[in-house]
C-alpha cells in the first residue's frame, strides 16, 4: 500500500508544481525590479509649426541677404518673418520590461541611448541598469 502511494505522489507532484496559465503561454517569473527593461525601438518624432506674427506690433523695414546666394527680400519684419517654421524633435523610446510589459517614453534628447540597452524608469526618465 505504502508503495502504491508514494508511485502516486511521484506522478502527481509535478502537476502540483506547475501553476495554470491562461492561453498556455508561460509567465515570466517575477522580477525585483518592476520598471526594469530593455529599449526596443528608438523613432524621431519631427513637429513643424509656423511661428505665428502679431501683425498689431509695429514693424520696420527689414532686408534679408542669404548666405551662399540666393534672392534679398526686402520688406516689413512681419511679413518677412511669417514664412519661418519651427521644427522640434522628440524621440519615441520603446521599452520591453521584464514582466512582458511594454512602456512609451517620450525624450528631448536620445543621448547614448541605444537600441538593446538595459534601462530602469524612474519619473518618466531611463537610467541605465549595472546588472
Avoid at 12 to 33: D, E, I, K, L, R
Avoid at 59 to 80: D, E, M, R, W, Y
Amino acid at each position: 500500500m505504502r508503495a502504491a502511494l508514494a508511485c502516486l505522489l511521484i506522478c502527481v507532484a509535478p502537476a502540483w508544481a506547475q501553476s495554470p496559465t491562461a492561453g498556455g503561454s508561460p509567465v515570466p517569473p517575477p522580477s525585483a525590479c518592476a520598471d526594469c527593461g530593455v529599449i526596443r525601438s528608438m523613432r524621431a518624432v519631427v513637429k513643424e509649426s509656423r511661428v505665428p506674427s502679431d501683425a498689431t506690433k509695429p514693424s520696420g523695414l527689414v532686408a534679408t541677404v542669404p548666405f551662399g546666394g540666393g534672392k534679398p527680400q526686402i520688406g516689413s519684419s512681419t511679413k518677412v518673418g511669417r514664412d519661418v517654421v519651427e521644427s522640434v524633435t522628440t524621440w519615441e523610446v520603446v521599452v520591453r520590461l521584464d514582466d512582458g510589459r511594454f512602456s512609451i517614453l517620450t525624450l528631448d534628447a536620445v543621448d547614448d541611448w541605444r537600441e538593446g540597452d538595459k534601462v530602469r524608469i524612474e519619473r518618466g526618465k531611463l537610467v541605465r541598469r549595472t546588472d
